[in-house]
């Protein structure tokens, strides 16, 4: 029976085990995404987010820690340099699963686990491209029509000086 046991063995011993997520983390850092089975994407989850939670105070102490983890000084460097950036305000939470199809030769479940700040396909890019939906009453969103809308007449008054030029050149002549 399993009572309590809540680490994922993935059918492997504790030292294969370490080195496949090690690499897996490392791997995750350099790319940014990697496709891998759900089984391997969830236990990377719980494996990884406490190393990138480190590496968003950078002293020496943190960089030994993740190093024990990792063994890798190129994924350490990009972590503490790069990535620690980008999630410095980030709470946790900073990678995402997505599902994708069934692996053809075993049909194991497979997925795609990706940095969330470092997402280009999709995520605030696209949302600032279109219109940003609330839940809020149409009433506010007229408002902010009319905002628009005054914005919008005194750019086509800041443009009539163009106007004011050329009568200056004509004064001049």
Do not use: W
């Amino acid at each position: 029976m399993r009572h309590g046991d809540k680490i994922k063995n993935l059918s492997r011993t504790a030292s294969h085990r370490a080195s496949l997520l090690s690499n897996l983390t490392c791997q995750l850092i350099q790319h940014k995404r990697i496709t891998t089975t759900l089984a391997k994407a969830k236990a990377l989850r719980v494996y990884a987010e406490p190393i990138i939670t480190r590496s968003k105070t950078d002293n020496m102490h943190n960089r030994r820690i993740v190093f024990s983890y990792l063994q890798d000084k190129e994924a350490i460097k990009e972590l503490f340099g790069v990535i620690s950036d980008k999630v410095a305000d980030r709470p946790g939470g900073y990678t995402r699963i997505i599902k994708l199809p069934r692996r053809m030769g075993d049909a194991a479940d497979m997925a795609m686990i990706e940095l969330v700040d470092f997402n280009t396909i999709y995520g605030k890019e696209t949302e600032a491209a279109g219109a940003k939906k609330t839940r809020r009453s149409r009433r506010s969103g007229g408002a902010t029509k009319k905002a628009a809308t005054a914005a919008e007449t005194t750019t086509t008054e800041e443009t009539t000086p163009a106007a004011d030029t050329t009568e200056a050149t004509e004064e001049n002549a």
